[in-house]
């Protein structure tokens, strides 16, 4: 399809220009025939009226009409091959800039069919689920209460997994547009990677799991929800893929007007390869799920690198498979303006 299209936005700008090129090379042959004529015109008249010595040319023009009509010919020759190699040369250029345009159009489209293949297969699972209790449950003519409020509990499991994908992807897709404007305010650090301790706290109790808080407090400016949720995203990511009885340390200094902030784990860590895609949209659903049972749909991180982009902020990863993985995420102390 886009070979097409690239093709027919050269052969457009192959038009232009050439319309361009011929109109004038027109409008020269034109004025350069008209200047032949006028000399030739002027140099009879002379001759024809017997001017005085002193009027004429030291070295008169002997035009011969042949000789213009030959350099009108050859001035349309040149001009041809001119037209020619213009022809040529924005053949090449116009493909070429064709490709150029078109390529951030082309990868939009991939982006969005990897979109909506990457969401019909996490949409699929919990709605196979859904159907397939629903229609065995129906099948069943002697189902108890029991076992209905089962199916009831089951079913509602997979719905908030629906919702769950649903509002990360809203999410993501408000960060990525700059929608939902962040709005800059002076906060304590501190203050910030405490609440998002406090809302993965269960979820660490329930591996037994100790974070180790050694966080330097600062005042920063920037989004404190979004920036307590970027922390929410990396410790929650840090329990799930850490086995029990391990810990997760973070630590934070100050550099060049930045806070550094470092989570580390214990856990099973990412093979080298994997690395450059963490952030990916949907990464986990392709590449862990089949390391790991625990839960998710792999929005997080893409949702972390949004907040950090809009902070002017950015991210490193460092990793040991089998022994641990290291965030380090810098975010500048202050903001001028609006956060994009």
Same mark, same amino acid.
């Not at 232009?16 to 002027?42: G, N, P, Q, W």
């Not at 020759?77 to 040369?89: C, E, P, R």
């Not at 990360?168 to 501190?190: H, P, R």
């Not at 749909?297 to 972390?304: D, T």
């Given at each position: 399809?886009?070979?097409s299209a690239?093709?027919?936005?050269t052969?457009?700008?192959l038009l232009?220009i050439?319309?361009?090129s011929?109109?004038?090379?027109?409008?020269?042959?034109?004025?350069?025939?008209?200047?032949?004529?006028?000399?030739?015109?002027?140099?009879?008249?002379?001759?024809e009226r017997?001017l005085?010595?002193?009027?004429?040319?030291?070295?008169?023009?002997?035009l011969?009409?042949?000789?213009i009509?030959?350099t009108k010919?050859?001035l349309?020759?040149?001009?041809?091959?001119i037209?020619?190699?213009?022809?040529g040369t924005s053949a090449v250029?116009?493909?070429?800039?064709?490709g150029?345009t078109?390529?951030?159009i082309?990868?939009?489209? %991939?982006?969005?069919? *990897?979109?909506?293949t990457?969401?019909?297969? #996490?949409?699929?699972?919990? @709605? =196979? !689920?859904?159907?397939? /209790?629903i %229609?065995?449950s129906l *099948?069943?003519?002697?189902l108890?209460l029991? #076992?209905?409020?089962e199916? @009831? =509990? !089951?079913?509602?499991e /997979?719905?908030?997994?629906?919702?769950?994908?649903?509002?990360?992807?809203?999410?993501?897709t408000?960060?990525q547009?700059?929608?939902?404007d962040?709005?800059?305010?002076?906060?304590?650090?501190a203050?910030?990677?405490g609440?998002?301790?406090?809302k993965?706290?269960?979820?660490?109790?329930?591996k037994k799991?100790?974070?180790?808080?050694?966080?330097i407090?600062?005042?920063?400016?920037?989004?404190?929800s979004?920036?307590?949720?970027l922390?929410?995203?990396?410790?929650?990511?840090?329990?799930k893929?850490?086995?029990e009885h391990?810990?997760?340390?973070?630590?934070s200094?100050?550099t060049?007007?930045?806070?550094v902030?470092?989570i580390?784990?214990?856990?099973?860590?990412?093979?080298?390869?994997d690395?450059?895609?963490?952030?990916?949209r949907?990464?986990?659903?392709?590449?862990?799920?089949?390391?790991?049972?625990?839960?998710g749909?792999?929005?997080?991180?893409?949702?972390?690198r949004?907040?950090?982009?809009?902070?002017?902020?950015?991210?490193?990863v460092r990793?040991?498979?089998?022994?641990?993985?290291?965030?380090?995420v810098?975010?500048?102390?202050k903001?001028s303006?609006?956060l994009?």
């Amino acid at each position: 399809m886009f070979r097409s299209a690239r093709i027919k936005l050269t052969t457009w700008y192959l038009l232009i220009i050439m319309l361009i090129s011929v109109s004038f090379s027109v409008a020269m042959y034109k004025v350069l025939t008209f200047e032949l004529d006028r000399v030739e015109r002027t140099h009879r008249l002379k001759i024809e009226r017997g001017l005085p010595e002193s009027f004429r040319s030291p070295r008169p023009l002997l035009l011969d009409p042949e000789l213009i009509t030959e350099t009108k010919n050859h001035l349309k020759i040149i001009l041809t091959m001119i037209n020619l190699a213009i022809l040529g040369t924005s053949a090449v250029a116009g493909y070429f800039l064709a490709g150029r345009t078109l390529k951030p159009i082309s990868e939009m489209l %991939e982006e969005q069919n *990897r979109f909506i293949t990457d969401a019909s297969h #996490e949409l699929r699972t919990p @709605l =196979t !689920s859904l159907k397939s /209790e629903i %229609e065995v449950s129906l *099948r069943d003519k002697k189902l108890t209460l029991a #076992e209905a409020k089962e199916l @009831l =509990t !089951s079913n509602l499991e /997979e719905a908030n997994n629906l919702q769950v994908l649903s509002d990360g992807l809203i999410k993501l897709t408000q960060y990525q547009k700059g929608g939902n404007d962040l709005m800059i305010t002076a906060f304590s650090l501190a203050s910030s990677v405490g609440e998002a301790i406090r809302k993965v706290a269960k979820l660490a109790k329930n591996k037994k799991i100790t974070i180790m808080n050694k966080i330097i407090d600062y005042t920063i400016e920037g989004s404190e929800s979004a920036l307590t949720e970027l922390f929410v995203i990396f410790l929650d990511n840090a329990i799930k893929y850490s086995p029990e009885h391990s810990k997760v340390n973070l630590t934070s200094e100050k550099t060049d007007g930045q806070v550094v902030i470092h989570i580390a784990d214990q856990g099973m860590g990412i093979s080298e390869e994997d690395i450059p895609h963490l952030f990916d949209r949907f990464y986990r659903a392709d590449k862990s799920r089949a390391k790991s049972d625990a839960p998710g749909y792999g929005l997080g991180l893409s949702i972390a690198r949004q907040i950090i982009t809009r902070h002017h902020g950015s991210v490193k990863v460092r990793s040991i498979p089998n022994e641990g993985t290291t965030f380090t995420v810098q975010i500048p102390i202050k903001h001028s303006g609006k956060l994009i």
